[in-house]
């Protein structure tokens, strides 16, 4: 089972600035497998980035997501107020699919 | 992008088995080639991968549920279910259904009381 680390837990910033997740995995992950999701409150997930560093649909390019093998990064270049949440990594490339813990953007 | 809706019970007795149904609207699940997947959430913690079906109906489990977890696919209904046996008050948590990784259904709370 490839064990996901998300880094930091929580993050707190001001609107505007810039945020940096980190996901590291235990065993190298297929670039093509590794997603980002926010959720808010009370929401189901939303899917921001697929194969690691593409967009989904209707996706702000204020995000971003690069890396490969086992680090994954996730950025938001400037944050909105909208974008305080929590996000997850996801590795889809073998079963059992594993997700991160989480990392929650809050407002400083 | 298709839409998902999960549906079931909200309160099931321990001991018994918990049964979802999440129907598939905008597309079929025999196109694309994509992972019909059951995802949980426990009240205020992070998300744990439950198992997942091709529309052929191969499927995969979490080890951690593998012994009470079964997931099967209606091609002619366009849905998918989920039944987990032996529920204790730990299965409580919301229960989303996905296209991996990109449509989630909206949720469904399924609480584990007597």
């Known amino acids: 089972e490839i064990v996901l680390t998300q880094s930091p837990g929580t993050l707190s910033l001001s609107p505007g600035e810039r945020a940096t997740l980190s996901c590291r995995a235990s065993?190298?992950?297929?670039?093509?497998?590794l997603a980002w999701y926010q959720q808010k409150p009370g929401q189901a997930p939303r899917l921001l980035i697929y194969g690691a560093s593409s967009r989904a649909t209707g996706i702000p390019d204020r995000f971003s997501g690069s890396g490969s093998g086992t680090d994954f990064t996730l950025t938001i270049s400037r944050l909105e107020p909208e974008d305080f949440a929590v996000y997850y990594c996801q590795q889809y490339d073998s079963s059992p699919r594993t997700f991160g813990q989480g990392t929650k953007v809050e407002i400083k | 992008q298709v839409q998902l809706q999960e549906s079931g019970p909200g309160l099931v007795k321990p001991s018994q088995t918990l049964s979802l149904t999440c129907t598939v609207s905008?597309?079929?699940?025999?196109?694309?080639?994509?992972?019909w997947t059951w995802i949980r959430q426990h009240p205020g913690k992070g998300l744990e991968w439950i198992g997942n079906t091709y529309y052929s109906g191969s499927t995969s489990y979490n080890p951690s549920l593998k012994s009470r977890v079964s997931i099967s696919v209606d091609t002619s209904k366009n849905q998918f279910s989920l039944k987990l046996s032996s529920v204790t008050a730990a299965d409580t948590a919301v229960y989303y259904c996905a296209r991996e990784p990109i449509d989630w259904g909206q949720g469904t709370l399924v609480t584990v009381s007597s």
């Open positions: 065993q190298s992950v297929s670039s093509s497998f």
């Open positions: 905008g597309g079929s699940l025999i196109s694309g080639g994509y992972y």
